[in-house]
Structures are given as structure tokens and as C-alpha cells.
């Protein structure tokens, strides 16, 4: 395996994924451009050397804020979710309401002038209807 990670084909990965996984295993370097680790930097494109030491002491500590912060963010987002979805709903069911309502007005309007045309009905052709 002589290419760079980023150059790397997902056969060639799958073909020399143990040589992968020593290259990567104790990284030294830090790729600029595509953030990919290594611990050869001629295996990147644009190596940085980071020191271990404070990126061990920076993911100690703030692994339980991250923690915390995630799940808080994550029930932030559950909620307006579920909030957005509630609004949609009664907006919808508003509009069906505003329709009923309108339909219903125009069933009075209807059966009214049916029944003055037709003063001596006995009912047989009632506009009437059930509504659910």
C-alpha cells in the first residue's frame, strides 16, 4: 500500500485494512484537508503534527459536557420536532373545521329555498344528512 489515505478506493481499503488500521492506530499527523490521522505523514496530503498529550487531556475533560450536551440537544430537537408537527396538525384540522362549517351554512341555504319551492313536501326529498 503505497498511496495516501485520501487516494484509497473503498477495494483498496477493504483489501489492506489491517495495514490501515496499524497506520492509523497511534496517529501523529493530522491531515489539513481532509482530516484524516495518521501516524506516517506521507500517508496524507497535507500533514500536521498535533501532540497527543493535549488532545488526551482536551477529550478527558469535556467527554461528560459532551455527553450531557448531546442528550440535552437531542430532546431540544425531539421537542421543536414534535412541536412543528403539532402546529401542523391543527392548522390542518382547522381548515376541515373552516369547510364543515362553510358546507354547512350552504346545506341551510339549500334546504331552505328546496323548501319554499316545494311548500306541501312531506319530506321525502329532504336534504338533510348526517354528519360524522
Do not use: W
Not at 483498496?12 to 484524516?36: E, F, G, N, Q
Amino acid at each position: 500500500m503505497a498511496q495516501r489515505l485520501c487516494k484509497l478506493s473503498r477495494h483498496d481499503i477493504t483489501a489492506s485494512l489491517s495495514d490501515i488500521h496499524r497506520i492509523v492506530a497511534a496517529p501523529k499527523y493530522l491531515c489539513r484537508s481532509c482530516a484524516r490521522s495518521s501516524s506516517d505523514k506521507n500517508r496524507l496530503c497535507k500533514p500536521q503534527a498535533f501532540s497527543v498529550k493535549a488532545l488526551v487531556a482536551k477529550s478527558s475533560v469535556s467527554k461528560e459536557s459532551v455527553k450531557a450536551d448531546k442528550s440535552s440537544k437531542a430532546a431540544l430537537k425531539m421537542a421543536k420536532k414534535t412541536l412543528k408537527a403539532q402546529k401542523k396538525y391543527h392548522k390542518k384540522l382547522e381548515k376541515v373545521l373552516k369547510k364543515q362549517r362553510k358546507l354547512a351554512k350552504k346545506q341551510q341555504a339549500l334546504q331552505l329555498k328546496f323548501s319554499k319551492l316545494n311548500p306541501s313536501s312531506n319530506g321525502e326529498y329532504s336534504l338533510t344528512s348526517q354528519y360524522h
